[in-house]
T-cell receptor, first 111, second 114 residues
């Protein structure tokens, strides 16, 4: 079963624009992570935000977390064609390192 | 440093045939995961190992799927017999251990069952 749901399912923007993806989840979490997956490849970790954090930055990435609304957003600023990929949120719940992934957002950045 | 290595990358088999996937995690990573990813979906956990112990296999269809992680390093995931609905990408991932956050994924093994 998938804990998270990303919104939108697909997003198409022009290079240089910002891309925002949202993730909603159902149960309390320890942390929330975002991963990127290029077509036909494995997933690559982008950023982790803990349940007691509200915002985190890494390069052109900005992640926010609202535990009261059980939601997170990923902002990619000044997007590039190379950012074209699927983006997944994943929530860690309970004890241990069990991650449950969402359904993903397909981002296409056009030149 | 080598990443997570999976083989084969692609496998095409007839239904009812057996198939096996192999994974070599990053050296020193105690936790190993097998995920299944259907087209257009996120990965779904099949089994998680802490060293050689399977600590979460609740989503593994045990009637036809089996996995092992001998000596707490390499792991093998087997399907016998394969069904049409097993066509998917099988992803292996590893992490340093529990509560360490980031997972490192291999490139996946794409299975097509005809």
């Amino acid at each position: 079963s998938q804990q998270g749901e990303e919104d939108p399912q697909a997003l198409s923007i022009q290079e240089g624009e910002n891309a925002t993806m949202n993730c909603s989840y159902k149960t309390s979490i320890n942390n929330l992570q975002w991963y990127r997956q290029n077509s036909g490849r494995g997933l690559v970790h982008l950023i982790l935000i803990r349940s007691n954090e509200r915002e985190k930055h890494s390069g052109r990435l900005r992640v926010t977390l609202d535990t009261s609304k059980k939601s997170s957003s990923l902002l990619i600023t000044a997007s590039r064609a190379a950012d074209t990929a699927s983006y997944f949120c994943a929530t860690e719940t309970g004890g241990g390192n069990k991650l449950t992934f969402g359904t993903g957002t397909q981002l296409k950045v056009e030149l | 440093e080598a990443g997570v290595v999976q083989s084969p990358r692609y496998k095409i088999i007839e239904k009812k045939q057996p198939v096996a996937f192999w994974c070599n995690p990053i050296s020193g990573h105690n936790t190993l995961y097998w995920y299944l990813q259907n087209l257009g979906q996120g990965p779904e956990l099949l089994i998680r190992y802490e060293n050689e112990e399977a600590v979460d296999d609740s989503q593994l269809p045990k009637d036809r799927f089996s996995a092992e992680r001998l000596k707490g390093v390499d792991s093998t995931l087997k399907i016998q017999p394969a069904e049409l609905g097993d066509s998917a990408v099988y992803l292996c991932a590893s992490s340093l251990g529990m509560n360490t956050g980031e997972l490192f994924f291999g490139e996946g093994s794409r299975l097509t069952v005809l």
